[in-house]
Nanobody
Framework: LQLQASGGGLVQPGGSLRLSCAASEFAMAYYAIGWFRQAPGKEREGISCILGSARSTHYADSVKGRFTISRGKNTSRDKNTVYLQMNSLKPEDTAVYYC??????????????WGQGTLVTVSS
């Protein structure tokens, strides 16, 4: 099951960045896909998850209103991609961001598969 994150980098506070997760067709068909992050010295946390064909979206309180998760358009190039648009970035958003399969309960949790991470640094 392939999950490959990209798009990280250095951005100033208040800026924006868009992360991409390239997933296999199998992953997109059978799993909810989401984003997790791990800041230095902190536990990994689930921040967003998009569920199935209904495309129901969920966010952690820490990013709600600033981040938007979406699936790519139904084109051959884009349909197996999940995006995370991050706006109004803060220094505390600095972390390694991972795309992964996800579920939603009291928190957003991983359901077994991880992609590699991409580093986001928010600093002036």
């Amino acid at each position: 099951l392939q999950l490959q994150a990209s798009g990280g980098g250095l951005v100033q506070p208040g800026g924006s960045l868009r992360l991409s997760c390239a997933a296999s067709e199998f992953a997109m068909a059978y799993y909810a896909i989401g984003w997790f992050r791990q800041a230095p010295g902190k536990e990994r946390e689930g921040i967003s998850c998009i569920l199935g064909s209904a495309r129901s979206t969920h966010y952690a309180d820490s990013v709600k209103g600033r981040f938007t998760i979406s699936r790519g358009k139904n084109t051959s190039r884009d349909k197996n991609t999940v995006y995370l648009q991050m706006n109004s970035l803060k220094p505390e958003d600095t972390a390694v961001y991972y795309c992964a399969t996800c579920g939603v309960g009291d928190i957003i949790y991983n359901t077994g598969y991880w992609g590699q991470g991409t580093l986001v640094t928010v600093s002036s």
